[in-house]
Nanobody, 117 residues
Framework: QVQLVESGGGLVQAGGSLRLSCAAS????????MGWYRQVQVPGKQRELV?????????NYADSVKGRFTIPRDNAKSIMYLQMNSLKPEDTAVYYC?????????WGQGTQVTVSS
């Protein structure tokens, strides 16, 4: 069983920065496709992909965060990050860490990010 633990959320003003961390319990972290999703806490709002990074360090970003967010990973520490710069109020959401390891999906518990205008 793989456990993912997020940290680093909080309240920040528009234009500010935050760094989220996702620590994984798996010893095979290096082969996982890792990603961040977010979900606005309103009825009917779907969870959306923010960014992901493959085991080969290929990355993909949602158009809404390109140029502002990066998703580095440290395989030696089994940690993935989401560096968020130039934050906007519309980035406010619960952010979830996701891992796909050998066709199985794992999720963290989520961390709240609130950006004030």
């Amino acid at each position: 069983q793989v456990q993912l633990v997020e940290s680093g959320g909080g309240l920040v003003q528009a234009g500010g920065s935050l760094r989220l961390s996702c620590a994984a319990s798996s010893t095979i972290f290096s082969i996982a496709v890792m990603g961040w999703y977010r979900q606005v806490q309103v009825p009917g709002k779907q969870r959306e992909l923010v960014a992901y990074i493959s085991s080969g360090d290929s990355t993909n970003y949602a158009d809404s965060v390109k140029g502002r967010f990066t998703i580095p990973r440290d395989n030696a520490k089994s940690i993935m990050y989401l560096q968020m710069n130039s934050l906007k109020p519309e980035d406010t959401a619960v952010y979830y860490c996701h891992a796909r390891i050998i066709f199985t999906d794992y999720w963290g518990q989520g961390t709240q990010v609130t950006v004030s205008s």
